[in-house]
C-alpha cells in the first residue's frame, strides 16, 4: 500500500501535504480528497483465507523491505522523543498538569493563588 502511495504521489501533492506536517488539523480533506482516497479492494488478498498461501509470512521486495524499515525507524524516532519529553517533566513541580517550574514568578503566583482561592471554596463549601 506505502509502494502505491508513494508512486501516485506528484511532487506538488507533497509540497502542499508538507506545508501540513505540523498542523494536520487545518488540513481542508475535502479539497484534498483525491490524495487519501485509496481502493481497498485493490489491496485486499484475492484467494481463500484457508489456503496456506493466506496464512504464511508475507514476501516483500527490497524497495518495500527498504520503506519498512523507514517507517520503523522514523516510529523508533518518535518514540524516543516523547521519552524524552515525559522524562523532563518527570519530577517537576506541576498544578493541575501546568508545569510551574517554566513561568515567570507572576504567573506561578497567579497560578497558586487561584488554586488556593478554588481549593479553599471547596473546602468552605463542604465545610
Not at 489491496?43 to 524499515?69: Q, W
Not at 513561568?103 to 471554596?121: P, V, Y
Request: negative net charge.
Amino acid at each position: 500500500m506505502m509502494l502505491k502511495c508513494v508512486k501516485e504521489i506528484s511532487p506538488d501533492q507533497i509540497a502542499h501535504l508538507q506545508t501540513y506536517k505540523n498542523t494536520p488539523l487545518e488540513l481542508d480533506y475535502t479539497k484534498d480528497e483525491q490524495l487519501i482516497l485509496i481502493d481497498w479492494e485493490d489491496l485486499r488478498y484475492k484467494g481463500e483465507a484457508s489456503e496456506p498461501e493466506a496464512t504464511r509470512p508475507v514476501d516483500m521486495t527490497a524497495e518495500e523491505s527498504i520503506m519498512s524499515n523507514d517507517v520503523e525507524e522514523l516510529s523508533d524516532d518518535m518514540r524516543r522523543e516523547n521519552d524524552m519529553e515525559a522524562r523532563k517533566s518527570m519530577g517537576k513541580t506541576t498544578l493541575a498538569f501546568i508545569d510551574l517550574e517554566n513561568m515567570s514568578a507572576t504567573m506561578k503566583t497567579a497560578f497558586l493563588l487561584l488554586a488556593t482561592i478554588l481549593f479553599g471554596g471547596l473546602g468552605y463549601f463542604f465545610y
